[in-house]
């Protein structure tokens, strides 16, 4: 069942789920803040390019974000709901504007100094440590289909129960990354039966909001030759024209 977000999201949702009453709360305070507020929807300034990016490559073309204060004023400028950052970005700034607009505090990155890069997201800081600095929410990435993917869904898991106990709600990014999901000139990084797939284990270890890529094709499963499929996945359940992915919450 899809639900269309609306004011009484929180009430059709998560009203009778096992969130405590606290985690209502956060979501009602991201939900209820910025331009978008009691809508449903949400609009949330993500920036940890500095870390999966490079800080060089990513604010050289704009040097003013390299001073964290940037970033945040640009989220309330911008009327976002909330401001997804690094645990240094918000942490450097958190006395000044925790209050001011809902913090999402991301858990773990992907940095890029490793060399040869590997598709794995590690921890770069506790659930304590964003709950001591005010933030309503916190944030992470799984790569799945990666070799690191279940050590990544174990940690991601425990993370977000506790973040759950102290009364912050959870984001996840549910990306794929797996060099075999390009067969030739199609990436199916994007293709509705995988990320459909990769929702439904992100909603399943009880992220509150899923981020994913808009589907650009579909059949991952039979293009790469694995997992399981019903043909209905893409005749009754998707199609050409409208690729649907059905997710619990």
Same mark, same amino acid.
């Given at each position: ?17 096992? /969130? ?10 991201? *939900?209820?803040?910025?331009? *978008?507020? &009691? ?22 073309? &704009? ?6 204060? &940037? ?40 940095? *890029? ?36 993917? /279940? /050590? ?23 990306? *794929? /990354? &797996?060099?075999?999901? $390009? $067969? ?37 499963? $039979? ?27």
């Amino acid at each position: 069942m899809i639900h269309i977000p609306s004011p009484d999201t929180i009430d059709k949702v998560w009203i009778d789920s096992d /969130r405590n009453i606290r985690v209502l709360n956060s979501l009602k305070t991201l *939900l209820r803040h910025g331009r *978008l507020a &009691n809508t449903g929807y949400v609009s949330i300034l993500p920036v940890d390019q500095d870390i999966e990016h490079t800080a060089g490559a990513s604010f050289a073309p &704009n040097p003013i974000y390299f001073d964290p204060e &940037n970033i945040v004023k640009l989220a309330i400028e911008g009327g976002c709901n909330g401001v997804d950052s690094t645990f240094g970005i918000l942490g450097s700034v958190a006395r000044r504007y925790a209050h001011k607009i809902p913090f999402i505090v991301k858990l773990n990155h992907n940095e *890029l100094l490793t060399y040869p890069n590997s598709f794995d997201q590690v921890m770069f800081g506790t659930v304590k440590e964003a709950w001591n600095m005010g933030a309503v929410a916190v944030g992470a990435t799984i790569y799945f289909g990666s070799d690191q993917s /279940r /050590r990544q869904l174990i940690e991601i898991a425990e993370a977000f129960e506790y973040a759950h106990e102290l009364g912050m709600a959870t984001i996840l990014w549910c990306y *794929l /990354r &797996n060099s075999d999901f $390009k $067969k030739g000139a199609v990436d199916y990084h994007s293709a509705a039966d995988l990320t459909g797939q990769a929702d439904r284990l992100g909603v399943t270890i009880k992220a509150n909001i899923v981020k994913q890529k808009l589907p650009t094709n579909n059949g991952g499963f $039979k293009a790469i030759g694995f997992g399981k499929i019903d043909e209905r996945m893409y005749t009754e359940l998707s199609s050409e024209t409208r690729l649907i992915s059905a997710v619990i919450r």
